[in-house]
């Protein structure tokens, strides 16, 4: 059976691929006694700031050289850091995601429980990566997903309420339809886009998600059957009957050009493609609204939210010394705390450092608002057997390039689930 822990706000993001610098094996010491920290992490659509934050940190750390390398998007980031490993090439940080992850990678982890900033973090923030009465990570942030929209479109279509029923969404479809533009970009060429966020949808609207992944392990529950699976599956192919061609095709990249430039009005993502979208147009007027599977607008007027990623120490690194040094001055001083919030747009995992109202950008904006009012459902993919969100991606495109019925499909991630969950 599953160890299941409650978290209530607790994915690895894998966007565009993209790496500042090489990353050797381990840390090491360079010329004149250098110290070299090599990272590996999966967020690239901070690249362009992790290279300005090397930069600061560097010069105010002489003798201290930051290797980072960002992999994600059409590469699979946890694949990729099993290969690094696997290869001998381990890196000094890195990053990883909590519950199943943290115990996947716990024989490689450093403990953290005595570091500064941990007085900081709140507990829904801790326990993804808490075992054994250890804190293994640091969290970098809160996001949140939903589906984003073009206010500008919403407007022109004559769409005055954000739609909060599925038959509302389809109303607003069709109105955006009329008015020119398509109403969904898609980007399902990317499995987490399915695997992590959309299929996450039906586990977190159970009425006891916890209660409902117990009963799955224990072979008592039966998602073929599942009524909420049920109106998930609308919502998907909702989203195909009113979106771009070729979804399968469609990756990231594709998707963040298509709707930042006014093409589409709405698509699935999270907060954390605000660099993204300014840098493609900083005029986008974009907002972040729920996802609706059913006719009860206060059950679907809901955001998912949680700790995506920590940065973890390799607890074999020659460089744990200032591996640590660096997590606490960005957790800790002025400069470093700009970099989590103003730099890279992020909420704060900490309690002692206040987010940039400004900087979050406009979708952190209205993420902070639905966290405030406690309008939020937590990421329960994150808790799924290890394999399951890649696996459960498959069956989903297979589903959209019309080789299984919804039927079919419904009863391959039944089974998909009971052929991976720990026995």
Not at 99 to 107: M, P, S, V
Request: contains cysteine; hydrophobic residues 35%; charged residues 20%.
């Amino acid at each position: 059976m599953l160890k299941r822990k409650l978290m209530l706000l607790p994915a690895l993001l894998l966007t565009a691929a993209a790496a500042l610098s090489g990353c050797s094996q381990g840390g090491s010491t360079g010329g004149a006694g250098e110290k070299v920290i090599n990272i590996y992490q999966g967020k690239v659509e901070i690249s362009n700031q992790l290279a300005e934050m090397k930069q600061v940190y560097e010069e105010s750390h002489p003798g201290v050289t930051l290797n980072i390398q960002s992999v994600g998007g059409g590469t699979d980031y946890a694949a990729s850091l099993k290969s690094r490993f696997s290869a001998g090439a381990q890196p000094d940080i890195f990053t990883i995601g909590g519950f199943q992850e943290r115990d996947l990678w716990l024989e490689y982890l450093e403990d953290l429980s005595d570091q500064p900033w941990v007085q900081n973090m709140d507990q829904v923030a801790k326990d993804p990566m808490s075992a054994n009465g250890k804190l293994y990570g640091f969290p970098l942030n809160y996001e949140g997903y939903g589906f984003l929209y073009n206010k500008d479109i919403f407007k022109e279509a004559g769409i005055t309420e954000i739609p909060k029923t599925l038959s509302e969404l389809e109303q607003a479809a069709q109105k955006i339809e009329e008015a020119g533009y398509t109403p969904f970009v898609n980007a399902y060429a990317e499995w987490w886009v399915l695997g992590n966020h959309n299929v996450n949808v039906p586990f977190a609207r159970q009425d006891d998600p916890e209660a409902f992944l117990k009963s799955l392990d224990d072979s008592n529950a039966d998602i073929r059957s599942n009524e909420i699976f049920a109106g998930w599956l609308d919502l998907l192919d909702l989203t195909l009957k009113y979106g771009n061609a070729n979804p399968l095709t469609t990756d990231y990249n594709t998707q963040m050009s298509t709707f930042a430039n006014g093409q589409a009005a709405m698509t699935q993502q999270g907060n954390w493609v605000q660099p993204t979208l300014d840098g493609i147009n900083p005029d986008l007027n974009v907002g972040m609204m729920p996802m609706p599977i059913s006719e009860d607008p206060e059950a679907n007027d809901k955001l998912f939210v949680g700790v995506p990623t920590y940065w973890v120490i390799n607890k074999n690194s020659p460089v744990k010394k200032e591996a640590k040094e660096l997590l606490e001055w960005m957790a800790t001083s002025p400069e470093g705390q700009e970099f989590l919030t103003t730099k890279f747009q992020f909420i704060p995992a900490f309690n002692n450092i206040q987010g940039d109202p400004e900087g979050i950008g406009k979708l952190g904006a209205d993420l902070t608002q639905y966290i405030e009012e406690g309008k939020v459902l937590n990421w329960y993919f994150q808790q799924l057997p290890i394999g399951t969100p890649q696996d459960y991606a498959n069956l989903m495109q297979s589903y959209i390039a019309g080789r299984d019925t919804r039927d079919e499909m419904l009863k391959n991630l039944q089974t998909s689930y009971d052929n991976l969950k720990v026995r």
